[in-house]
Every structure is written in C-alpha cells, then in structure tokens.
C-alpha cells in the first residue's frame, strides 16, 4: 500500500475514533445525571408524592398542579406553534424559494433559535402580559413558549420538506394537481414524519424552560386548579427553581428537588416517547 494511502487511512481511523470519544462522553455524561437523578430523588417518589398539592411552605405534599401546569404548557405550546411552524416551512420552501425574502425570513429564524430563553420570558412579559393584557396565566405562558420553539420546528419542518424527492410533485402536476393540492395531498403526508420530529424537540424544550415562563405563566404557590388559560400554573421547572433557591428550608427540600427533576425527565420521556411512536406509525402508513 503507497504512503500517501496509510497516512490516510490513519487520519481516517484517528478521526472516527475522536468521534466515538466524543460520543461515548455524551452518553457516559447523560447516563451519569440520569443516574445521579435516580438515585436521589427515587426516595421521594410516591403515590401521594404525585396526586397532593404542595403543603407546610412546599416541604411537604406532592406536586400534581406542577405536573398538570407542565403538561399544560408544553401541549398548549405545540398546539400554537406546529400549525404555524409548518406553514411557515411550506410557504418558504414551495413558494418563496430562493427569493430575498425568504433568505431575509431563514436568517431571521436561525437567529431567533440562537437567543436566550430569557429574552423570549421578557418579551412574553412586555407583549402577552402586559400588552395583550392576558396577564400571569396559563395563555401568556403557552404562547410564549410557542414563540421559542418555532425556530426549531420551522427548521426541521422545512428541511423535511427538501427530502421529499421531486419525482412526487411532478407526478401530481402531470396528473392535473394544482400546487396548492400537491402540497396538501402528496408532499405534506410525506413530510409530516419528519415534521413530527421537530415538534418532538420543541416539546422537550418547552416541557423543561424555566427562564420563558418565570414571569408569563407560573406562580410559586398555587392551591386552585387549572379552570381556564387565564388562569397562572405552576411548573415543574419552576418548581425546582423555588425549592432549590427560594425555599425557606432548602436542605429539608433536597429530596422534594430531585424528586421534582426526575419526575420531570420522566414526563419529557413519556411525552417524547408518544410522540415518536405515533411518528413511527406514520411512516409505517407511508411504506406501505
């Protein structure tokens, strides 16, 4: 074998194997806080842990409004920002193209993926609270965390739209299909699974925000249940926020924190989970 083959068979075995450190390292680095989680909030987990709202300055009872507020305001995101993340995707990528304005629109949404959390919280503060005049609620929160996740979904959605293979839309167009009706009955039915992949993300990221829903949507201490969008929630992420910093026992309510943040990672996974099947179970239909 010439030199010049082995120096590059060596780079390429010395690269690959960087890449297997590097992801050996994530996944070492997300078992070891899986497991940390587990084995310090495992203790906390209960029946009445999970159903009892929060009592004696929350250093004792359970969580459930918290659970329900998340549940809530991560479903309530999806709902608003799917819908409109996927037009978004359809109009940039099947009418506007390679136009000025679209590439000015594709900047402007990968910029706004890059901003801090905290700045989607004050906007939502200044606009849905106070502008709108929705106030704390459960409504300012939701469309607050819609407004963060768009970026993700518009991205994913409009780059699963480039992997539906040309063939398909000149087949409808050849058969007499408007576009409008190519898009709504070959390239969408197409696309979606690769959609549903970025409304994944963009659940998980809302169910675990902190920072966007601190001043739009939760409370620290809520004892009436949910009965409408205006009404304010309380949220896991918030809720580990206040035990671990506000609290006026911390050290007593370590075990309610990690508890708190294990139920939390188990509802992401849940949530995740549910959402991946039904993706897989479009691609099925697809297939066949």
């Known amino acids: ?16 194997s960087m890449l297997r450190l590097a992801a050996l ?11 940390f989680l587990v084995w310090n909030g495992l203790s906390a987990l209960s029946w009445d842990f999970l159903t009892e709202v929060p009592r004696n300055s929350m250093t004792e009872g359970g969580i459930l409004p918290c659970i329900t507020g998340t549940t809530l305001l991560a479903l309530g995101s999806l709902a608003v920002s799917f819908p409109l993340g ?17 590439r000015y629109i594709r900047l402007g949404v990968n910029n706004l993926a890059g901003v801090p959390s905290i700045v989607f919280g004050l906007f939502g503060m200044s606009f849905f609270v106070i502008a709108c005049g929705f106030g704390i609620s459960l409504l300012s929160g939701l469309l607050t965390l819609a407004v963060l996740t768009l970026p993700i979904i518009i991205g994913t959605s409009e780059e699963a739209l480039r992997q539906v293979p040309v063939t398909l839309r000149e087949a409808s167009f050849a058969l007499g299909a408007t576009q409008s009706r190519t898009i709504m009955s070959v390239v969408l039915p197409a696309a979606l699974p690769g959609m549903l992949t970025g409304g994944i993300l963009g659940l998980s990221r809302a169910a675990g925000e902190t920072a966007a829903i601190m001043f739009t949507g939760v409370v620290f201490f809520s004892r009436q249940e949910v009965d409408s969008i205006f009404s304010p929630v309380m949220a896991l992420s918030n809720h580990i926020y206040v035990l671990a910093s506000s609290g006026t026992e911390i050290d007593k309510t370590r075990p309610l924190q990690y508890g708190t943040a294990l139920v939390l990672v188990l509802l992401v996974l849940g949530m995740n989970f549910v959402a991946v099947v039904l993706r897989d179970h479009l691609q099925k239909r697809r297939g066949q």
Not at 26 to 34: D, E, H, M
Not at 86 to 102: I, L, R
């Open 1 to 16: 074998m010439p030199d010049f083959m082995k120096m590059r068979r060596m780079r390429e075995n010395l690269m690959f």
């Open 25 to 35: 390292v994530n996944v070492f680095a997300l078992f070891s806080v899986c497991a």
């Open 86 to 102: 996927v037009a978004s995707a359809v109009y940039m990528h099947e009418y506007a193209g390679g136009s000025p304005f679209a």
